[in-house]
């Protein structure tokens, strides 16, 4: 069983940076690929970044591949994602996910709840 919590959403002018964390329950933690997703009010959930359980992997939408950078520090639990460069379609509420036995997360087990960003113009 893991917990995840996201943290550091907010406003951000148009070009700006946020830096969002998930810190994650449980001591298997590193044994887990990570991931990022997003979802705006209408549309389905949608896939952002993702990391595998090393960290040696990762993948971007390409909307967001050059802008956004995803990492893990398995020591303290937690996977980070550093956006750069946002822009107003950026807006959504982002999610930490985890799935087990994997490389790559395809279909997560456990979803944070959710961090909500905002990006003004």
């Known amino acids: 069983q893991v917990q995840l919590e996201e943290s550091g959403g907010g406003l951000v002018q148009v070009g700006g940076s946020l830096r969002l964390s998930c810190a994650a329950s449980g001591r298997t933690f590193s044994s887990y690929a990570m991931g990022w997703f997003r979802q705006v009010p209408g549309k389905e959930r949608e896939f952002v970044a993702a990391?595998?359980?090393?960290?040696?992997?990762?993948y971007y939408a390409d909307s967001v591949k050059g802008r956004f950078t995803i990492s893990r520090d398995n020591a303290k639990n937690t996977v980070y994602l550093q956006m750069n460069s946002l822009k107003p379609e950026d807006t959504a509420v982002y999610y930490c996910?985890?799935?087990?036995?994997?490389?790559?997360?395809?279909?997560?087990?456990?979803w944070g709840q959710g961090t909500q960003v905002t990006v003004s113009s």
């Open positions: 996910a985890a799935q087990a036995h994997t490389i790559v997360i395809v279909t997560p087990d456990y």
């Open positions: 990391i595998s359980w090393s960290g040696g992997s990762t």
